[in-house]
């Protein structure tokens, strides 16, 4: 089983900047793909970015250019970088891996809200 434990997310003003964690119970390179997902309210979950056990990077249009994601493989870490924050940012995100073998792992989500 792969635990993935979510944290920075929080209240943040537009324009400002937000790093989110994804902490993994094993070593991320037992992951295919690692992911970030996001679910505003009243909307469907909605990639926004992820990266391969190769390195290559997706994101959704509505971020690309502004946000990044990373891998820590010592610290078995995901992040993803989110600047110049909007509005319409706002919802709860979601770290999601996929193993080797097949398996889809979930965290529980962290709330980031952009708001003057």
């Known amino acids: 089983q792969v635990q993935l434990v979510e944290s920075g997310g929080g209240l943040v003003q537009p324009g400002g900047s937000l790093r989110l964690s994804c902490a993994a119970s094993?070593?991320?390179?037992?992951?295919?793909?690692m992911g970030w997902y996001r679910q505003a309210p009243g909307k469907e979950r909605e990639l926004v970015a992820r990266?391969?056990?190769?390195?290559?990077?997706n994101y959704a249009d509505s971020v690309k250019g502004r946000w990044n994601i990373s891998r820590d493989n010592a610290r078995n870490t995901v992040y993803l970088q989110m600047n110049s924050l909007k509005p319409e940012d706002t919802a709860v995100y979601y770290c999601?891996?996929?193993?080797?073998?097949?398996?889809?792992?979930w965290g529980q989500g962290t709330q980031v809200t952009v708001s003057s």
């Open positions: 094993v070593s991320i390179n037992n992951f295919n793909d």
């Open positions: 999601r891996v996929l193993t080797h073998f097949g398996a889809t792992y």
């Open positions: 990266i391969t056990y190769g390195g290559t990077e």
